[in-house]
């Protein structure tokens, strides 16, 4: 790969996180500090975004396509590098409808030729199309405001005598469901980057449908959550 051509995929992920409305973006992460907490997190956007796309390209094929699960301002670099750099497409979902208005309003301003948008629509509707040869679901599984009781058992935050029984089946049936149809939208060979946290869904996943999936080493912590996304390979 051309290192002009990361460099300028570099510029307009710049320019693109420069004309987002991050007061608009701190609204949305009220609950994590808003303004200020973006303010900290914007350098490493770029740097751990970057990381994460080189080598999610070294991995993937050009002109394959992407599912991306809960894609947020993190995936922005990821998602620029494989439709800017390797001719791939994604489709980038995400259940917060404003989220996705602000990060597409910054990517038409800026970058109108770039073929990266969002969409507001639930991963399991774009799963229904298969033919994918890579899911991306990054800090999604364990996602507070989606599964607030899997999310609390995954970072160790619920001692187990709190544990809600029946919410926890619940949540856990509704997360089963959505790993599965993620998981039969991937065709074999194919690519999974997902956290530490998550990765235990997507392996018991493939034991059931007798899918192969190795873990890669590599791994990189993400640029918002913080938590170590990695690679797995499904055959
Ligand atoms: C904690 S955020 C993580 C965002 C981003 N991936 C990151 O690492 O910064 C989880 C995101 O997953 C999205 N999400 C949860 N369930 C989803 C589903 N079924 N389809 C699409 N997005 C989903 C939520 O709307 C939210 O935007």
Redesign the pocket.
């Known amino acids: 790969m051309k290192a002009r051509h990361w460099q300028e995929c570099e510029a307009t992920c710049q320019r693109v996180l420069d004309a987002l409305d991050w007061a608009a973006l701190g609204e949305i992460y009220f609950h994590w500090g808003g303004v200020e907490f973006w303010q900290e997190r914007r350098p490493q956007v770029l740097v751990a975004g970057f990381e994460l796309a080189r080598q999610l390209l070294r991995r993937v094929p050009t002109g394959g396509s992407s599912l991306w699960?809960?894609?947020?301002?993190?995936?922005l670099p990821v998602l620029l590098a494989e439709t800017m750099i390797q001719g791939r497409k994604v489709r980038a979902?995400?259940?917060?409808a404003r989220?996705c208005e602000v990060l597409n309003a910054a990517l038409q301003q800026v970058a109108p030729m770039a073929t990266a948008r969002f969409e507001a629509i639930?991963?399991?509707q774009a799963a229904t199309d298969g033919g994918y040869d890579h899911l991306g679901c990054?800090?999604?599984l364990t996602?507070p405001?989606?599964w607030p009781l899997l999310s609390d058992v995954a970072y160790g935050r619920i001692a187990p005598i709190q544990i809600d029984l029946e919410q926890f089946v619940r949540e856990r049936e509704l997360a089963t469901a959505?790993t599965r149809s993620l998981f039969a939208a991937l065709r074999r060979p194919g690519w999974i980057t997902t956290t530490a946290e998550e990765v235990a869904w997507f392996l018991d996943t493939a034991s059931r449908v007798e899918a192969s999936c190795v873990a890669d080493d590599d791994m990189i912590e993400?640029a918002?959550?913080g938590d170590p996304a990695g690679f797995l390979r499904i055959g």
């Open positions: 699960v809960g894609a947020g301002v993190a995936e979902t995400n259940l917060r989220e639930d991963a399991a990054i800090s999604v996602d405001e989606t959505l993400t918002v959550v």
